[in-house]
């Protein structure tokens, strides 16, 4: 399961991703229905900078294995990054 912009959605959704991701079951209507494999998830999060974002409460936050901070590129990486995919794209044959 991937959980895009975990922080972006409401409270109350982010409570039913996280029951999700630690007992590994989804309750809807007050119907809780238990995932029969393993599974993984991942969640991808805004800054909490950004307009209509909201803060994952410390309980919520303790059921990641791990967080990795991606920052943003550097304006030489950033040239870097477009030169590849100019060269790329020279390379690959039209459709």
Do not use: W
């Not at 989804?26 to 909201?54: H, I």
């Amino acid at each position: 399961m991937l959980a895009d912009e975990i922080n972006r959605a409401t409270p109350k959704t982010q409570s039913a991703l996280l029951e999700a991701m630690s007992e590994g079951s989804v309750t809807v209507a007050k119907q809780t229905t238990s995932s029969r494999s393993r599974s993984s998830c991942s969640a991808t999060q805004n800054p909490l900078e950004m307009e209509g974002t909201y803060p994952l409460p410390e309980a919520q936050l303790d059921r990641f294995f791990f967080k990795l901070v991606v920052r943003f590129p550097t304006k030489s990486e950033l040239h870097t990054i477009l030169d590849a995919r100019r060269a790329t794209r020279r390379r690959s044959p039209r459709p």
